[in-house]
């Protein structure tokens, strides 16, 4: 399986922005990445997904640069809200079996 | 519309036991994953069922775990002699199919059944 690699934990402050990056690289050629958020006690729900160069939406935007071995996750200007456990996601080679990894706990602080 | 239903909640059980725990996923999605939770640590993939193909079953770490999936829509994730490592959260995901040229499906998750062993 493929194995992605983040920060275990980040800190930061209300207003501020917040980048998580995530290395895979045994992704798949044709796979998207894919980045879920997990609040305690919920299931992981999907925030956004890209193949290459940036990718935008509502809650936040994704960059994957040429090589596509990593991928950077930036939240603009968190609030307490935002306080939750990030994950990418990515299959390997020849697998369609997404690996999750431990993730990375974002904390927001006041 | 609905999203991907688990029951239990919760369930409680002693060590030696079976279990089961039911996952209804969104009505049409043809992929059903099952996923392990403990505590603390990221999500740990068990099975996946795919139309009507057959399930990949890699990831069941032991031959105590089973899974059906009836008629293309209902899953039960079976637990045979329970044991207190087996305590952990099982997660559901749907998915509506695999996106055309990936392998990448976005998952839709249920809300998990705590499982604890005493």
């Known amino acids: 399986l493929a194995k992605t690699t983040q920060p275990i934990s980040m800190d930061s402050y209300e207003g501020q922005e917040v980048n998580i990056t995530c290395s895979h690289n045994?992704?798949?050629?044709?796979?998207?990445i894919t980045w879920y958020q997990q609040f305690p006690s919920q299931g992981p729900r999907f925030i956004i997904q890209?193949?290459?160069t940036k990718v935008t939406n509502e809650v936040a935007s994704l960059f994957i640069p040429a090589d596509r071995k990593s991928s950077t996750l930036s939240l603009p200007r968190v609030s307490l809200s935002d306080t939750a456990v990030y994950y990418c996601l990515g299959t390997s080679r020849g697998s369609y079996i997404p690996t999750f990894g431990r993730g990375t706990s974002l904390i927001v602080h006041p | 519309g609905a999203g991907v239903s688990q029951s239990p909640s919760n369930k409680v059980t002693e060590k030696g036991k079976d279990v089961e725990l039911r996952c209804d996923p969104i009505?049409?999605?043809?992929?059903l994953y099952w996923y392990r939770q403990s505590l603390g640590q990221g999500l740990e993939f068990l099975i996946y069922f795919q139309g009507n193909s057959a399930p990949d079953k890699s990831g069941l770490p032991s031959d105590r775990f089973s899974a059906e999936r009836t008629g293309g829509s209902v899953s039960t994730l079976t637990i045979q002699r329970t044991q207190q490592e087996d305590s952990a959260v099982y997660l559901c995901a749907s998915s509506l199919r695999r996106a055309a040229g990936t392998n990448t499906d976005t998952q839709y998750f249920g809300p998990g059944t705590r499982l604890t062993v005493l």
């Open positions: 890209g193949y290459k």
């Open positions: 009505s049409g999605h043809t992929a």
């Open positions: 045994n992704i798949a050629t044709n796979d998207y």
